[in-house]
DNA sequence: CGGCATCCGAGTAGATACTG
DNA sequence: CAGTATCTACTCGGATGCCG
């Protein structure tokens, strides 16, 4: 017993479904026409998701509490990836022309759904993160 | 009207949920110690992502099949991620020694696991692309 | 057929310094 | 404070050729 059985019939669900989604699709352009992958591209990358989990935890936050909390990130990235998260609609950025300025990121409502799934997604790796270190170390015979 | 709302209580069990994750996680060694981050890699992945799904839709195929199917992807790139995809569990191996060899893959019932949740953040991503799509268009005045 | 070894080019991240 | 600019270094993908 490793993880919860698939059944048949689950499988059969989800290659249906499959089917759906890019069954009509050209292989060819499966990348190209692909929005899905395009939406996906905020998954695909280490510091957008932290970028979206700390404001899901800190409602809200400026840049450089940001930079605090996102450990690593530098200047140039970070600046980059709120560019784009702000552009893409996941997050909402507030400027108060003060001296100095304060500018304020928290997550649009969009970027809350997203928060939603991503967070849905995490919980799945955590439950299966044993089964997967397991067996990465049993394939160790390289 | 853009997106289901989220309600402010969706969005304090989002923050609890997160907490929980990281709450006590030292910021410094986050991206060292998480296990998800390491299990999100290959959600990432652009080409692990295909290879997953073209094996959900056909059960069982072959190197060169593959090659064929996930249109574009180099044989370098292919060898690679069936690799690490084999090595974490998602994909089974099996090798017929006949000559000349023939070599299948399938997913595994983690793999076939990981597949539900990735076409569930596919569905999600294919209901608001248009809304990502809408913002980007607002924000094209660089 | 099913790969692996090698080389090369492009894009990207990181560090540092600077500006309104 | 909230970024931008620049430069370097490195990784990663693609193409090609070879081997069991």
Redesign the pocket.
């Known amino acids: 017993m490793e993880i919860e059985t698939i059944t048949e019939n689950q499988k059969v669900t989800s290659a249906k479904k499959l089917k759906k989604m890019f069954g009509h699709v050209d292989l060819r352009d499966a990348d190209l026409s692909c929005p899905v992958r395009d939406v996906l591209a905020v998954v695909s ?1 280490k ?1 957008s998701t932290l970028i979206i989990m700390y404001l899901g935890y800190y409602p809200v936050l ?4 940001l930079k605090k909390k996102v450990y ?9 990836r ?2 784009q998260l702000v552009g893409d609609g996941y997050l909402k ?1 507030t ?1 108060y022309p003060e001296v ?6 928290e997550l649009s409502d969009f970027g809350h759904s997203y928060l939603e799934k991503l967070i849905e997604l995490t919980e799945w790796a955590q439950k299966h993160k044993d089964c997967v270190l397991g067996n990465r170390a049993k394939y160790r015979n390289t």
């Open positions: 990358d510091w400026r840049f450089n509490g690593g990130i530098s200047n140039k990235v970070l600046s980059e709120l560019k950025r400027m100095p300025v304060r500018v304020e990121y």
